[in-house]
């Protein structure tokens, strides 16, 4: 056989080897890196976020006497706050507990600028001007509305809010004639406190 013969019939030997011996260093390559596809890690439970619930105080009615009540909410906004006192009544926490709201719905919440300057000269741009807020609460439903659904109302404002909304305006807007029963505060339905109970001001 030529010389030529021999190298050509001993080319796919090498080549074979060669190929051989890199499948073996790609295969201990692998191997080396720690990777196994078929396994399932379990690195305990998902990460949680954990909720912790605002607690607001409304008042309920027991024998026609105002008792505060906490109940977690979402928010402590003053529309959060009216709509959780109107469900509370429907569904109250407690045995025995009433409300003179069950006849009417939450309609809306307006806050508006108040200020305690009796001279009702405009001082909007005065810096030592002591201003706080008027909240609105506009309900719907038949018939009047009461003292005591009054006191809810204003009560369960000022107890949350009292840096804030100085007084409570409710407004039932209908059916019939609109009807706004004028700035409230709490302090003037006391004689309707429960007994041990001391109401905000």
Not at 22 to 29: G, T, V, W
Not at 145 to 160: D, G, H
Request: charged residues 20%.
């Amino acid at each position: 056989m030529t010389s030529l013969g021999r190298r050509w019939l001993a080319r796919p030997a090498v080549s074979g080897a060669r190929w051989l011996a890199c499948l073996l260093s790609a295969s201990l390559l692998l191997g080396g890196c720690g990777i196994s596809p078929t396994e399932v890690q379990d690195y305990g439970r998902p990460p949680v976020i954990s909720y912790s619930p605002t607690w607001v105080t409304v008042y309920l009615l027991r024998d026609g006497r105002l008792e505060p009540v906490k109940i977690p909410v979402v928010s402590d906004s003053a529309k959060n706050i009216i709509d959780t006192l109107f469900r509370a009544g429907k569904q109250p926490p407690k045995a025995g507990l009433t409300s003179a709201l069950n006849d009417f719905s939450h309609y809306d919440t307006k806050t508006t600028r108040y200020s305690d300057n009796t001279d009702n000269t405009d001082q909007r741009n005065e810096p030592n001007d002591n201003l706080g807020y008027r909240l609105n609460v506009i309900i719907t439903g038949q018939g009047k509305v009461t003292k005591e659904a009054l006191a809810q109302i204003t009560c369960t404002i000022r107890q949350n809010k009292q840096e804030s909304i100085w007084s409570v305006e409710v407004t039932r807007l209908f059916p019939g004639t609109p009807e706004t029963m004028g700035d409230r505060g709490c302090f003037e339905f006391r004689n309707l406190a429960a007994p041990g109970v001391r109401l905000p001001p």
